[in-house]
């Protein structure tokens, strides 16, 4: 009874403390030290993506590869000189668009306000604005994360899903990572936009030289996938995952599913499971439903391993790790006064 008293009263306590102090991410993190940093990234996105409208789609997987791989730290930017970093590993070497974007941000970033805006921030806000430049739809970004500074191709080989996981690795990997079977079924819905090299999808449509079509697949489409994709293809082949509307954040993905359209094993397996099938169809039918759960997963996948207040660093070149040294900015200072932070995000660079 006293104890419940005592647990209720600490958790009043911790409710009202400054969401910094408590290593939170939140949402205007730089409204007095960087008031124009979202704006400056959005302007940046919408440049890139007047002239290349697929680099949207670049943009909302990179940051999810940022995330799944130790947290949105932007570890997924950094480049390693003897080539063992995360964007050397195969789930995103060629694949992984968007990096000239990040740098052209940060470079207006710095300009506006020096060592302020972390990388791995401008990573979320960039996704965000690619999802409301292809699918009118708007979400507000908590930010506040820091830059890691570890880097490994083997942690991408590791904790990226594969297109071919089964329902069950795919539910169990993103569990890993904090978000339910839902949330999986809800975020994969990102594959109404964007491109897929063949390596991506040959077993469904190859066995070594003899053509094949994996069940879940239309004939008709696999028969026009083979055609594009010879049993050893072209290395920069590429075809859209949703080719009905390919630039467009929609919820046509739930749709082709049913019509055994979906380009992956794996998106072909939300409709194994009856509890994901039933996800499957009520975006199908709902769009307006799925953009609202979309935009909330999106949040909760940036907050995947965050680090905050002392934790990391503000990275001065996105690509690389900064040189040593304390940064002295008023983000920098902040993040002293928010030393001891109750983050219940543990994130210790030193054992990763
Ligand atoms: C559920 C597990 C997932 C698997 C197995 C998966 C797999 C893949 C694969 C194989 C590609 C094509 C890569 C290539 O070019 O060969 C791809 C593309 C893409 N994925 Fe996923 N993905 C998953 C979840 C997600 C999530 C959670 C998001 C974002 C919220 C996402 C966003 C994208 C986008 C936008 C593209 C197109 C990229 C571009 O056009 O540059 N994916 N995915
Ligand atoms: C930043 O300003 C916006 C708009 O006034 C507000 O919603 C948000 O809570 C502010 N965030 C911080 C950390 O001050
Ligand atoms: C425009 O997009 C193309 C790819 O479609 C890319 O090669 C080129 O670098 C981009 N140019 C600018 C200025 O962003
Ligand atoms: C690559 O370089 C990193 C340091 O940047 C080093 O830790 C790692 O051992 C090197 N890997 C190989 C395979 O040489
Ligand atoms: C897209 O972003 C702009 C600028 O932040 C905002 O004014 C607009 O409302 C957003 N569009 C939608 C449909 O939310
Ligand atoms: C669907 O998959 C989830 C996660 O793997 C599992 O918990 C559930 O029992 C499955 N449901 C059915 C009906 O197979
Ligand atoms: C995810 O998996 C790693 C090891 O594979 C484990 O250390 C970690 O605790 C797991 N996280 C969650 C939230 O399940
Ligand atoms: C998935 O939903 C469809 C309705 O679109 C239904 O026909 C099918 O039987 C369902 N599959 C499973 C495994 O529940
Ligand atoms: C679709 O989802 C929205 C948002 O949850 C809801 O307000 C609306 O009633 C749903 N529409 C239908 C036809 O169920
Ligand atoms: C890695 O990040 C820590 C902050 O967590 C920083 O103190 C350290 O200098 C960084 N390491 C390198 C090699 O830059
Ligand atoms: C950032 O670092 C990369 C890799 O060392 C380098 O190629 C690039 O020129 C640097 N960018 C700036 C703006 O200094």
């Known amino acids: 009874m006293m104890g419940r008293v005592v647990v209720a009263a600490l958790l009043a306590v911790v409710a009202v403390l400054p969401a910094i102090v408590r290593g939170q991410l939140q949402v205007g993190f730089y409204n007095t030290t960087c008031p124009n940093a979202e704006t400056l990234v959005q302007q940046a996105v919408a440049a890139a993506f007047a002239n290349d409208s697929g680099i949207a789609a670049g943009l909302i997987r990179l940051h999810f590869h940022d995330c799944f791989v130790n947290g949105c730290d932007a570890s997924v930017l950094l480049v390693s000189a003897n080539g063992t970093a995360e964007r050397d590993a195969a789930p995103n070497k060629p694949s992984l668009r968007g990096f000239e974007v990040i740098d052209a941000a940060k470079a207006a970033v710095e300009s506006s306000c020096a060592g302020t805006v972390s990388c791995a921030d401008i990573v979320a806000f960039a996704a965000r604005d690619s999802v409301n430049l292809t699918g009118q739809a708007s979400y507000q970004v908590p930010s506040g994360r820091r830059d890691g500074n570890v880097s490994l191709d083997v942690d991408a080989t590791n904790n990226l899903p594969p297109p071919t996981f089964t329902a069950q690795q795919l539910v169990d990997r993103f569990a890993n990572k904090t978000l339910t079977a839902e949330e999986m079924v809800i975020l994969s819905g990102a594959h109404t936009v964007g491109r897929s090299f063949c390596s991506s999808f040959l077993p469904r449509i190859w066995s070594n030289t003899t053509p094949t079509v994996d069940a879940g697949l239309s004939p008709a489409y696999a028969t026009l996938l083979q055609a594009l994709c010879p049993s050893t293809p072209d290395a920069s082949t590429t075809t859209a995952v949703d080719p009905t509307t390919p630039a467009v954040l929609d919820n046509n993905y739930y749709k082709l599913l049913s019509l055994n359209l979906g380009l992956f094993f794996s998106d072909n397996q939300l409709r194994t499971n009856a509890t994901l099938n039933a996800s499957v169809n009520s975006f199908a039918a709902n ?51 928010a030393h001891h932070d109750y983050s219940g995000s543990i994130h210790n660079i030193a054992t990763t």
């Open 287 to 337: 769009e307006t439903l799925w953009k609202e759960k979309f935009a909330a997963a999106m949040v909760k996948m940036g907050n995947i391993e965050v680090l905050t207040g002392t934790q990391g660093e503000i990275r001065l070149n996105c690509s690389v790790v900064n040189s040593g040294g304390s940064i002295t900015s008023p983000a920098g200072i902040i993040a002293t006064m």
